[in-house]
T-cell receptor, first 111, second 112 residues
Framework: QKEVEQNSGPLSVPEGAIASLNCTYS??????FFWYRQYSGKSPELIMF????GDKEDGRFTAQLNKASQYVSLLIRDSQPSDSATYLC???????????FGQGTRLTINP | DTAVSQTPKYLVTQMGNDKSIKCEQN?????MYWYKQDSKKFLKIMFS???????INETVPNRFSPKSPDKAHLNLHINSLELGDSAVYFC???????????FGPGTRLLVL
């Protein structure tokens, strides 16, 4: 089982809709969870982090964490074509000092 | 005012050569990292330094040698380059080993 799993996509969403990106992780003791956005040919850019169970909102982005289910998600409201990118989920395990990345989900927003 | 910078951005070289990639951060962070992103876009950590001390050394061939002259710089030297080393190498930094990481622009290495 991979440590951090994401559906590689591609995920196609119409402009203005909600895009939902999901991630599961295997280390039950994981403490910190991060979402990065990576445009083609560019570097990963941090967009959200979450440490506690529940929801965390920042503008059009909402991160959701459920530690019991070992599940973290990212919702993008009012999706824009500029949101088209690969979204990487990253998890910091308990006592670990390294981020483990999922393989990324490629998101396309269709005008 | 670039936060994490890398040089060079592109590196094209022949098999067997030795090359170095340099990374600098001006964020005042204590921890720096090297990642490799392969053709399938999978991002994997190679090394991490905290205040010039090596804290993570993943299963990487010993042809790869990191060096941190101070906490703002982390360089990567690669000996005897192989075709399989072709990838994008990202440097990153974070305030601590447990914090969010911020990535540099990447160095695209192509070994011919």
């Amino acid at each position: 089982q991979k440590e951090v799993e994401q559906n590689s996509g591609p995920l196609s969403v119409p402009e203005g809709a909600i895009a939902s990106l999901n991630c599961t992780y295997s280390d039950r003791g994981s403490q910190s969870f991060f979402w990065y956005r990576q445009y083609s040919g560019k570097s990963p850019e941090l967009i959200m982090f979450i440490y506690s169970n529940g929801d965390k909102e920042d503008g059009r982005f909402t991160a959701q964490l459920n530690k019991a289910s070992q599940y973290v998600s990212l919702l993008i409201r009012d999706s824009q074509p500029s949101d088209s990118a690969t979204y990487l989920c990253a998890v910091l395990g308990q006592g670990a000092q390294k981020l483990v990345f999922g393989q990324g989900t490629r998101l396309t927003i269709n005008p | 005012d670039t936060a994490v910078s890398q040089t060079p951005k592109y590196l094209v070289t022949q098999m067997g050569n030795d090359k170095s990639i340099k990374c600098e951060q001006n964020l005042g962070h204590d921890t720096m990292y090297w990642y490799k992103q392969d053709s399938k876009k999978f991002l994997k950590i190679m090394f991490s330094y905290n205040n010039k001390e090596l804290i993570i050394n993943e299963t990487v061939p010993n042809r790869f040698s990191p060096k941190s002259p101070d906490k703002a710089h982390l360089n990567l030297h690669i000996n005897s380059l192989e075709l399989g080393d072709s990838a994008v190498y990202f440097c990153a930094s974070s305030p601590s080993a447990l914090g969010a990481q911020y990535f540099g622009p990447g160095t695209r290495l192509l070994v011919l």
